[in-house]
T-cell receptor
Framework: DGGITQSPKYLFRKEGQNVTLSCEQNLNHDAMYWYRQDPGQGLRLIYYSQIVNDFQKGDIAEGYSVSREKKESFPLTVTSAQKNPTAFYLCASSMGVGGEAFFGQGTRLTVV | KQEVTQIPAALSVPEGENLVLNCSFT??????LQWFRQDPGKGLTSLLL?????REQTSGRLNASLDKSSGRSTLYIAASQPGDSATYLC???????????FGDGTTLTVKP
């Protein structure tokens, strides 16, 4: 069953802690994306990758880091430098630039 | 910088009505425009993708149009049903680096 899998569904972070959100796809897509969604708002781009071993900052990259060592995987680390990390995080992929985007089910991160 | 606006922010209609959701964007240099549906606490589900060279796309009771020159798209939903209740988001993918910009969405409620 092809698709994008995000884990965990819910994540709790303590102050000063780094956490990593997982995103895996088996659609053979080259491009992958991370977005953040705050209540009542649209999505804002954090990082994106158009090919393995390459990634670019989006509009709100500060306090986040990513890696793209495999085509299937694009993990996002929320570092302690991100001052307001509580949000809903969505991962997406597409065949390439301008292709139809498909999304995972999201990870809800809460700071406790 | 691309800006995407969706009007109205919320819409409530009785079951069976036909309705139109609006999306406007400021920069016409786009690869495509995509309409998504989002249920509460869930990821985004792709509804329709319109390439920049196309005028419209249809899927079942949904029809999306694109007027690139005026920076507008509409999503037409025929014979609305309570199961159509969700937030509808539009996103445009620009030709500059292929990044997508999302609107804040229209929350639709269809009353039985």
């Amino acid at each position: 069953d092809g698709g994008i899998t995000q884990s965990p569904k819910y994540l709790f972070r303590k102050e000063g802690q780094n956490v990593t959100l997982s995103c895996e796809q088996n659609l053979n897509h080259d491009a992958m994306y991370w977005y953040r969604q705050d209540p009542g708002q649209g999505l804002r781009l954090i990082y994106y990758s158009q090919i393995v071993n390459d990634f670019q900052k989006g509009d709100i990259a500060e306090g986040y880091s990513v890696s793209r060592e495999k085509k299937e995987s694009f993990p996002l680390t929320v570092t302690s430098a991100q001052k307001n990390p509580t949000a809903f995080y969505l991962c997406a992929s597409s065949m390439g630039v301008g292709g139809e985007a498909f999304f995972g089910q999201g990870t809800r991160l809460t700071v406790v | 910088k691309q800006e995407v606006t969706q009007i109205p922010a919320a819409l409530s209609v009785p079951e069976g009505e036909n309705l139109v959701l609006n999306c406007s964007f400021t920069d016409s240099a786009i690869y495509n425009l995509q309409w998504f549906r989002q249920d509460p606490g869930k990821g985004l589900t792709s509804l329709l993708l319109i390439q920049s060279s196309q005028r419209e796309q249809t899927s079942g009771r949904l029809n999306a149009s694109l007027d690139k020159s005026s920076g507008r798209s509409t999503l037409y939903i025929a014979a609305s049903q309570p199961g159509d209740s969700a937030t509808y988001l539009c996103a445009v993918t620009g030709t500059n680096a292929g990044k997508s910009t999302f609107g804040d969405g229209t929350t639709l409620t269809v009353k039985p």
